[in-house]
């Protein structure tokens, strides 16, 4: 081969390592391997948008392993020669693109898919990834909450977290502003349990397995998918029409603090829609860990994952029910376009609380506020408190007081009608701060925003309206 022959052969190379095999076509780029939030460096990618998961799953407690096929659906937003995927620490076997081979390596926590074809913008595709291998945690940003991600637990699995927890378990868009629907198979030695999202659509048992089958029809935010395997006494029934599972670890007592507080899930749920307006999917339920590891809840959507330490005490604990209730409107229904907007979900959904206690025959709203804002540090703010402060009582406890804050300046008729009208115009979809403050304007028909900076984000004590 002459030098100018090995030139060209190696620059012909070059640009099918670039573009895939579109031969250099302008129309066609690689899709970015993030989607651009700060608070989540390398989370979530760009150049197309999902429109369905479809995972079938196999997990045997006996070595930790877990086998997967993922069959992901999806649109292109861009002209695309190649795209990512994440999924942490497990391996690939093989990568379909509309049925069609497709190259595919590794990047740390990312899997990079080089199509056969390029995929122009607009172009509805699917990724079929077979993979496997033994699934790990990973760390949340604050210590106090530990580890999430895919725990293995001495009976079986929890795979649970946020802001990120999806990519331990299956190839996926990890982040809030790429919601879509799902379906999932999981099988499991005879004997457990194999709870996640959505509407139960049953079991089957072959050879000593079981496979349940799951399928959440609204969109859902990655971080909100849960996969909970293991010895649980699991309840079904219907409320509302509509169907309502619950599950406790077997591990804990059958009529101790944790199953009765479980059990108002669908009175709660009543109580929060009688607020926020018709409860937004098609299931309810809720699920009651034993793993310590586990030191928080979760809004896992239709199907919120309580920590124990939550029923501690011996008392039933109805508050943390009402705050993951809460989220199915705030941060399920209506998602985070970017998570330095976080209070928007964890503001609204202690209100919750502090609305439920009140029912309850608890303390009164007023009572709490007043309790809470005499403990409240006004040097941090509830928008934007960075990574380490997403967590933090900025945003849970000061957030509630800015939402009662705007109750008390626009009247109780005006404030609910905001509440109801955002919900119901945002209804699975996304939003940022400023959406919810210009839609707040908008209806109450005067300017909101130095009020709602004031509590939000100002550095001193705010007097209530």
Not at 274 to 290: K, L, M, N, S
Request: proline residues 7%; glycine residues 12%.
């Amino acid at each position: 081969m002459t030098w100018g022959r090995r030139w060209y052969a190696g620059a012909l190379a070059v640009a099918l390592l670039l573009g895939g095999c579109t031969g250099g076509d302008p129309r066609f780029r690689p899709g970015a391997a993030d989607a651009g939030d700060p608070y989540v460096p390398g989370a979530g990618n760009g150049g197309y948008d999902v429109g369905h998961y479809a995972l079938t799953l196999r997990y045997d407690p006996a070595d930790d392993r877990l086998t997967g096929q993922a069959t992901v659906t999806a649109t292109a937003t861009a002209g695309l020669s190649r795209f990512h995927l994440d999924l942490a620490g497990l391996t690939v076997d093989r990568v379909r693109v509309d049925g069609a081979p497709a190259k595919h390596r590794r990047d740390g926590a990312e899997l990079v898919v080089t199509p056969a074809q390029g995929l122009p913008a607009g172009k509805r595709f699917t990724v079929e990834v077979a993979y496997g291998g033994v699934p790990q945690p990973q760390p949340l940003p604050s210590a106090e909450l530990g580890d999430g991600g895919f725990h293995a637990t001495p009976d079986g699995a929890i795979a649970l977290g946020q802001p990120e927890s999806a990519s331990t378990w299956f190839p996926v868009n990890d982040h809030p502003s790429d919601k879509a629907t799902y379906d999932l198979a999981v099988t499991v030695p005879d004997g457990l349990a194999a709870l996640s999202n959505g509407v139960p659509k049953g079991t089957e048992s072959r050879a000593g397995w079981t496979t349940w089958r799951w399928s959440e029809g609204s969109p859902m935010a990655s971080y909100l998918t849960t996969l909970v395997i293991g010895n649980y006494r699991v309840s079904t029934g219907t409320h509302a029409g509509k169907p309502l599972v619950t599950a406790v670890a077997a591990a804990l007592p059958a009529d101790g603090p944790a199953a009765t507080s479980v059990a108002r899930t669908g009175e709660v749920a009543d109580f929060l829609a009688g607020r926020f307006g018709p409860y937004p999917f098609e299931a309810y339920g809720g699920i009651v860990v034993a793993d310590e590891r586990i030191r928080y809840a979760l809004e896992t959507q239709t199907r919120p994952v309580y920590g124990p330490g939550f029923f501690r005490g011996g008392r039933p604990n109805t508050e943390v029910v009402a705050h993951e209730l809460a989220h199915q409107w705030f941060g399920d229904s209506v998602s985070l376009a970017r998570w330095s907007d976080i209070w928007l979900n964890e503001g609204f959904a202690t209100y919750a609380e502090w609305l439920w206690a009140e029912h309850d025959g608890g303390r009164s709203v007023a009572q709490t506020f007043d309790t809470v804002y005499a403990a409240t540090d006004w040097t941090r703010p509830s928008v934007d408190p960075g990574r380490a402060g997403m967590f933090g009582d900025a945003v849970y406890q000061r957030g509630a007081l800015a939402v009662h804050a705007l109750r008390r300046a626009v009247g109780d008729e005006t404030f609910f009608r905001i509440v109801r009208g955002w919900l119901a115009e945002r209804r699975n979809g996304t939003a940022t701060t400023a959406d919810f403050v210009g839609y707040a304007e908008r209806v109450a028909d005067h300017p909101l925003r130095p009020l709602l900076d004031a509590w939000l984000v100002g550095a001193t004590a705010p007097t209530l309206p």
